[in-house]
C-alpha cells in the first residue's frame, strides 16, 4: 500500500506560472512532510519541509500548504522558471524513524521559457 | 544537514562481475546510512538500512547475498552489487540522516547509475 499518494505524473508550466503538486497520506502518526527536488542524474536534495501544526510555510518562491484535517499537503512554486524544471518528491514520517520516509512517485516539472 | 558523497558516479560492467559503490558522510559521523534504488521514472525504494559496526537491515524483497553492504566506519557505507546481472542496472542512492532544527533530515548522495551489459 502506498503511504503517500502524489499528484500529477508530469506537469508543464509556463515560464512566470505557478505549478502546484500536490500529495495526499492516510498515516496520521506522520508528523514531517519534507519535499525533495531531484535533477536528472543527481540524487535528490531537500527542497523544503514542514510539520502538521502550521499550515503553511514559505521560502521563497517555493510554498507549502498543509492540510492536516484533509490530511493533503502540496507544493506550490510561484513564479516559476526553466531553472526549476525537475522531478520532485513529496514525503512523509514519523519521529526520528528515518528508515520509515515514505516517498511519493514523483512529479515531473517542465517549465517552457 | 551532512555532506554526503558517493561514488562512483556511473559504472558499467560485464555480467556477473561485482560492483561496489561508496558512500561517504563528509562531515558527520553516521551510525546509520540507507540506501535506496531508482528505477528510471520511478520513486525511490529503500533498499536497506546500513548499521555501522553491526549487520545492515534489509527491506522485504531486497536479497541481501546480492547486494552486499559493509558499513566498517562512522564515515563510509559501501554496497557491494555481487555477480550483476542486466536487472540490476539501476539508479543507486544513498542518505545519511541528521537532525536539523529538531527535523529528522535526509540528505542524499549524488546516486551512482549502474548499467550492466
Known amino acids: 500500500q502506498q503511504q503517500v499518494k502524489q499528484s500529477p505524473q508530469s506537469l508543464i508550466v509556463q515560464k512566470g506560472g505557478i505549478s502546484i503538486i500536490n500529495c495526499a497520506y492516510e498515516n496520521t502518526a506522520f508528523d514531517y512532510f519534507p519535499w525533495y527536488q531531484q535533477f536528472p542524474g543527481k540524487g535528490p536534495a531537500l527542497l523544503i519541509a514542514?510539520?502538521?501544526?502550521?499550515s503553511e510555510k514559505k521560502e521563497g518562491r517555493f510554498t507549502i500548504s498543509f492540510n492536516k484535517s484533509a490530511k493533503q499537503f502540496s507544493l506550490h512554486i510561484m513564479d516559476s522558471q526553466p531553472g526549476d524544471s525537475a522531478t520532485y518528491f513529496c514525503?512523509?514520517?514519523?519521529?526520528?524513524?528515518?528508515?520509515?520516509?515514505?516517498f511519493g512517485s514523483g512529479t515531473k516539472l517542465n517549465v517552457k521559457p | 544537514g551532512a555532506v554526503v558523497s558517493q561514488h562512483p558516479s556511473r559504472v558499467i560492467c560485464k555480467s556477473g562481475t561485482s560492483v561496489k559503490i561508496e558512500c561517504r558522510s563528509l562531515?558527520?559521523?553516521?551510525?546509520?546510512m540507507f540506501w535506496y534504488r531508482q528505477f528510471p521514472k520511478q520513486s525511490l525504494m529503500l533498499m536497506a538500512t546500513s548499521n555501522e559496526g553491526s549487520k545492515a537491515t534489509y527491506e522485504q524483497g531486497v536479497e541481501k547475498d546480492k547486494f552486499l553492504i559493509n558499513h566498517a566506519s562512522l564515515t563510509l557505507s559501501t554496497l557491494t552489487v555481487t555477480s550483476a546481472h542486466p536487472e540490476d542496472s539501476s539508479f543507486y542512492i544513498c542518505?545519511?540522516?541528521?537532525?536539523?532544527?529538531?527535523?529528522?533530515?535526509?540528505?542524499f548522495g549524488a546516486g551512482s547509475r549502474l548499467t550492466v551489459l
Open positions: 542518505s545519511v540522516p541528521g537532525l536539523s532544527s529538531g527535523a529528522n533530515v535526509l540528505t
Open positions: 514525503a512523509a514520517s514519523q519521529g526520528y524513524n528515518f528508515n520509515k520516509f515514505y
Open positions: 514542514i510539520r502538521p501544526d502550521v
Open positions: 562531515d558527520f559521523q553516521a551510525t546509520t
